[in-house]
């Protein structure tokens, strides 16, 4: 995005240097032309000029427009990612950046990237609000506590580029640095694989939903005390207020950490809360265990009584076998 947010920006410093030269000028040139040559000299009357008046309201509001409709489209280029990514999961905390990537290699402080791939990070903060900035990238994001944002990008050439919080969260914010490196693809798979590999974030998550006795309740076949998860991602969820809502990604989480604020219709609210059992990045990967419920059935029609729904989604009805380290 570098380059087209370039582009808008000097277009905008350019339109302002023209008309501040040329208004500038004109002032001068009007000063000296229609200045007073006599002491007992006497204005006339100028009659208005409609295509001037037409001119000059017209044509500053094209340029306008024109900055409008860039910038807009350029804002929901920034904020749309393409459908195939790379993911990324990005924690905050005072005064740390965590990476880890899908495939589970871990990173704090550094992110390890290819060149020409969709990078989207998804990121979230364990306590204050920070702001996860790339310059070179000409793209920032805020990173919110509670809630998921995201940030995309594609690397084009290899290197290593800066990467700060640009959000005060505390007395070591301006400690809060790190650096992305952009490899070529084949030296990326290479560190992909190479020493601290580890189990990939649904792997993990798939573990996590296990200790937690979510399978408990959370049955494949809709037999639990809790609706079934398979192909539940992306679809729509019928609450018991009559209300329909997506479970994306902010609603597993909610359902997990708040269980009775959103209960499916046919299920009671029995699910204990895992506010405190379970920390950011197990979130992370209880939601994307969850994803990958069931995804080969995802695009086959579901009956009602088996619509993938949650009220809770990784914790069914039993409280936790165990409080995960």
Partial sequence: MAGQVDALYFFLIAVSAFFAILIAALIVIFGIRYRRRSADATGVDVHPSMALEAAWIGIPTLIAM?????????????????????????????WMWKFQHAEGRREIDELH????????????????IHSLYLPEFR???DVLPGRYTSLWFTATRPGR????????CGTKHSGMIGTVIVMRPAEYQEW?????????VAAAGQTLFTNLACISCHRSDGTGRGPALDALFGKPVKLSSGQEITADEAYIRESILNP?????????????????????????????????LGAEKASQPVAPEAAPAAAAPPGGGAPPASKPK
């Fill in 66 to 94: 024109v900055m409008f409709f860039w910038g807009a489209s350029l804002y929901f280029s920034m904020f749309r990612p393409p459908a195939e990514t790379l993911d990324v999961y990005v924690v905050g905390k005072q």
């Fill in 139 to 141: 793209i920032k994001r």
């Fill in 260 to 292: 009775g604020a959103k209960v499916v219709a046919g299920y009671q609210p029995i699910m204990p809360t895992f506010q405190g059992l379970v920390n950011e990045e197990q979130l992370r990967q209880l939601i994307e265990y969850v994803k990958t």
């Fill in 192 to 200: 992909l694989a190479g020493p601290g590999a580890g189990v990939s």
């Fill in 113 to 128: 990237v290819p060149t020409g791939r969709a990078i989207r990070l998804t990121m979230t903060s364990e306590d204050v």
């Fill in 161 to 168: 580029y800066h990467l700060f919080c640009s959000e005060y």
